[in-house]
């Protein structure tokens, strides 16, 4: 069964980003775009929130044309592109997707039956990546957490304490065991933790 892993920039206090959505406290560079896109080029299906996704199709369908686009922009734009999206929205419908002859209308939403439409996917062979990763998105992430449908974490904590913002972790019930499986500490100052649920 495929892992759903989710990816976050994240404060050394948990937050996801400020109150109003604010993400300018985030560090990224060069060295930790290359060290990210070596394991996000190897997946095949990609799910956002609503927000995220609609970030994201602001940007990336035509982020690799512009005059200033960077070795990052290019390589991400053409994944992009070619990866299965999936949509977690209450809201969003089919019909506010491309058209089918667009070149970014591989996406799917899922509105309804998350736990089964959820599954679904996992059990899917789309195909080799046994990863789906879960970019940003915490009221997504926070509706798979209640589920237990997160499989892991793959956390790039920030050198900065931000007093309050949107939480990775919100109405926690139980406990979740991590296991840690690598660490790494970038010349910026972000650390990069990368857990799997321990269900030992």
């Not at 982020?63 to 960077?70: E, L, Q």
């Not at 977690?88 to 667009?102: C, E, N, R």
């Not at 926690?172 to 269900?199: A, H, M, P, R, W």
């Amino acid at each position: 069964m495929r892992k759903i892993i989710s990816f976050m920039h994240i404060s050394l206090d948990g937050f996801v980003a400020g109150l109003n959505g604010e993400m300018d406290w985030i560090k990224v560079d060069e060295e930790i775009f290359d060290h990210a896109g070596k394991r996000i080029s190897q997946g095949d299906t990609a799910m956002y929130g609503r927000l995220t996704y609609q970030m994201m199709e602001n940007y990336w369908p035509t982020a690799a044309d512009k005059p200033t686009a960077t070795k990052h922009d290019i390589e991400h734009s053409k994944w992009y592109g070619k990866v299965h999206k999936v949509v977690l929205s209450k809201t969003m419908k089919d019909s506010v997707l491309p058209s089918a002859q667009a070149a970014f209308a591989n996406t799917s939403i899922i509105n309804e039956n998350l736990m089964d439409h959820i599954n679904e996917i996992k059990q899917s062979r789309q195909g080799e990546s046994k990863e789906i990763l879960l970019f940003g998105s915490p009221t997504a992430t926070h509706s798979l957490m209640k589920l237990n449908l997160i499989d892991g974490y793959w956390l790039f904590v920030n050198p900065i304490i931000l007093g309050r913002g949107i939480p990775l972790f919100a109405d926690i019930k139980d406990k979740t065991k991590l296991k840690l499986l690598t660490t790494k500490q970038f010349s910026c100052g972000v650390t990069e933790l990368n857990y799997v649920v321990d269900n030992t």
